[in-house]
């Protein structure tokens, strides 16, 4: 592997680690207001400073790790649930239900995936549920557009001839031959989508229509960090830089993971962020 | 010519009409009634009622639909519930400046993405290759907010090169326009020019291990001849169609970096429209977006059909 990918997955270990460990290791709780230390300077209490309640930085970006991570993960998944059974159904069966599918994920993909998280997080109200659903439903048509590639490529297969006649099920085809032959690049997909989740999360959070306060998550904390960029500066650089690291280790490690395989597998889907 | 664009005009068709059911649907789940909205409150409910009927909100949601649309198709995308101003009035104040943020980005991005992706192709595997692969993957990684932030706490709060917030129409004074541009294109462009380099870099890659670049070679003609002449031509084909639709991309990017920059565009307007729960405001603008982005597709369709013939005849 690149030495790119060792980065990239050295990265996300951290990054992980960090989600899962931060009660244990934080310095303080998320929430605890510290009033006489409002907007204080990096020191050996605060190593990243306060913001302007008083509460901890560091420690807020600690626990911003779970809900970005959480929220990247959970709207890929059904994103990938979602998108995939569609793709395959459109490019198994063709016809009618394929035009259906596909013009309807066209119709998706021709919004900017963060105006239309915005339009639905508008119309479902804030909070981490929403924007789940909405970046699962901007990040689907990728997966869609790419299972059904590949059902188009692999269905040309004289494995997939032979499973025929020899009497096999459309379901056992499907899911015994062709979703495992296509699993390196929806994982690769997988990868590159988890990071772009994590910036529209950050995006959607940034603009006050997605996780809410006092939950700490990293676009809402570059907010406030924007609105005291004069007085205290480094306010958002962690947030910042925490969400720089995690989805650079998303994109190092996919990047690494598509040299290792065909460069050519991913043209058939994506999307921009 | 004409018959490719009819066919991709036909075939726009039904993504125009998932976009309009989207784009009406979403809008519909909003909460709260825009009635009430609009008037704040305490309201008489009789006259709600009627306030509701003139507007058409009592009629089945599929005749809603069609209303709707036949409104939109006539140019009417109705009136901003809190200011009572015409949406595409609005609209087309705000439209100037997301426009020229989207032009000067787009621009930077070509400027920046097409010649470094040439120069690590031809430097391949060297230092400067390994660099920019890095940084490409950075910039792709960064979001443009903080980006824009970082950007304005250096260029702006700390050296003063440039203005950090504001705008200054083109039409008053062109260079200071410039000046309050500049920052907020550079951060909405640095992922796409990521996107751009390695896209540039894997097609030049591709174009100068096939077998006319040989000849080119073996005919002793000048390296600078075979890059530029002979392999950047043909590699720029897919980097068009690419960055075409990467227009999007830079579309939704406005949004944040007008809010970073408070810069009064389209972006914006959007967000403010969400935020007061103006929804005739929201439905206007994320349809203009939409279509902005399928007709930038269109556009860019055709330019790749005049540029390659065997498009035209598939």
Known sequence: ??????????????????????????????????????????????????????????????????????????????????????????????????????????????????????AITAALGPGIRNVI?????????????????????????????????????????????????????????????????????AGLSFLGLGIQPPTPAWGSMIEIGRRYLEQTPWMSLGPGIAILVTVLGFNFSADALRDALDPRLLRTGGREA | MVQFLVNRIWSMLPVLLVLSIVTFAVMRLIPGDPVEIMWGGEVNREAVEAARARLGLDRPLPLQYLWWLSRVGRGDLGFSLRTHQPVTEAIAQRLPVTVELTLIAMGLVLLVGVPLGVLVSVRRQTTIDTTTSVLSLVGLSVPSFFLGIVLIDLLALRLHWLPSLGYVSVTERAVDNLRHMILPAVALAAGLAAVILRMVRGSMLEVLSQEFILVARSKGL?????????????????????????????????????????????GRLLLDGILARDYPIVQGTVLLLAAARVGTSLVVDCLYASLDARIRFE
């Open chain 1, 1 to 118: 592997m690149a030495a790119t990918g060792v980065v990239g997955l050295a990265l996300l270990f951290v990054v992980l680690m960090t989600a899962i460990m931060a009660p244990a290791i934080a310095p303080y709780s998320p929430t605890k207001q510290d009033l006489d230390h409002v907007l204080a300077r990096p020191s050996r209490q605060h190593l990243l400073g306060t913001d302007d309640l008083g509460r901890d930085l560091l420690t807020r970006v600690m626990y911003g790790a779970r809900v970005s991570v959480t929220a990247g993960f959970v709207s890929v998944g059904a994103a990938a649930l979602l998108g995939v059974p569609l793709g395959l159904a459109a490019g198994y069966y063709r016809g009618i239900s394929d035009t259906i599918i596909m013009r309807t994920m066209d119709g998706l993909l021709a919004f900017p995936a963060l105006v239309l998280a915005m």
């Open chain 1, 133 to 201: 659903v909405a970046v699962a439903a901007v990040t689907c048509p990728a997966f869609a557009r790419l299972a059904r590639g590949q059902v188009l490529l692999l269905r040309e297969l004289e494995m997939v001839a032979a499973a025929r006649a020899v009497g096999m099920g459309d379901g056992r085809i499907l899911f015994r031959y062709m979703v495992p032959n296509m699993m390196s690049v929806l994982i690769i997909q997988g990868a590159l989508s988890v990071g772009q989740a994590i910036l529209t999360e």
């Open chain 2, 222 to 266: 000048r390296e600078r001849q075979i890059i530029f002449k002979h392999a950047l031509r043909n590699a720029l084909l897919p980097v068009v169609t690419v960055a075409g639709l990467q227009m999007g991309t830079l579309l939704g990017g406005t949004v944040l970096v007008e809010t970073v920059f408070g810069l009064p565009g389209v």
